[in-house]
């Protein structure tokens, strides 16, 4: 059972980091301290720097060649059996989706082992606990963010593939229509002159629409002929 002063170590680890965390928000939320390009640098010195120095820090204290077997085992089978369940939803479910998939993964089997999972573990079980959560981080690291990764890209590529099917599908469709414009279908109306056979433009595929036309400029020209003799007599 935990005890009171088990509790107090948790939240005497937990709160000088979540402390600065909470002000900044307050800082950009509220008072607007810093503009989104600052905030956008902050968070990049974060993402690129920060956190790659302090896991090197972290797993460099430790030695990886003194691997626990049974906590290697534990941790990848847990989140073999969650990631196989969240899948075996998704193909049952019909609400279900990759994007829900890749969440639930992330929050229930990808928790923030460096920034909180160590000082709570150390403040409740003391430093003795401390190799089993750099091991742990080193697993996450080596093996599940890249399966992370590995989902990312592939919900990334099915967006792009169903764009690209949408699009083809269109061009497909447009390329099937074809613009007749049909003046006679009766043979003795068409004033002598022949009958044309319209078919799709743009390479379609559809069936050929027949009709007969006048051929407009023929009928001008005979026009004009007839005009001009008719004004040489």
């Not at 099917?165 to 269109?170: E, G, H, L, Q």
Request: contains cysteine.
């Amino acid at each position: 059972m935990i005890a009171g002063k088990d509790v107090y170590d948790i939240f005497s680890a937990i709160v000088p980091m979540y402390f600065p965390l909470i002000i900044a928000f307050i800082t950009v939320r509220w008072f607007n301290l810093f503009t989104a390009e600052q905030s956008t640098g902050i968070n990049r010195f974060v993402r690129l720097l920060a956190i790659p120095f302090l896991c090197f820090q972290v797993i460099s204290t430790n030695n990886l060649l003194q691997i626990n077997l049974k906590l290697f085992t534990a941790d990848s089978l847990q989140k073999l059996v969650f990631l196989a369940a969240l899948f075996l939803w998704k193909l049952l479910c019909k609400n279900a989706s990759l994007d829900w998939v890749i969440t639930l993964f992330s929050l229930s089997c990808l928790p923030n082992t460096l920034i909180i999972g160590l000082p709570m573990t150390t403040a409740m079980y003391g430093q003795a606990s401390v190799s089993f959560m750099i091991q742990t981080v080193v697993f996450q690291s080596a093996i599940w963010v890249n399966v992370l990764i590995f989902l990312f890209e592939y919900r990334a590529a099915r967006i792009v593939f169903a764009a690209e099917s949408s699009k083809f599908a269109a061009k497909e469709m447009r390329s099937e229509k074809t613009e007749v414009s049909i003046v006679c279908v009766d043979g003795d109306g068409n004033e002598g002159f022949p009958g044309k056979e319209i078919r799709p433009t743009d390479g379609g595929g559809g069936s050929g629409h027949f009709g007969l036309i006048k051929e407009a400029e023929k009928k001008d020209e005979l026009r004009l002929e007839d005009t001009s003799s008719s004004i040489g007599n």
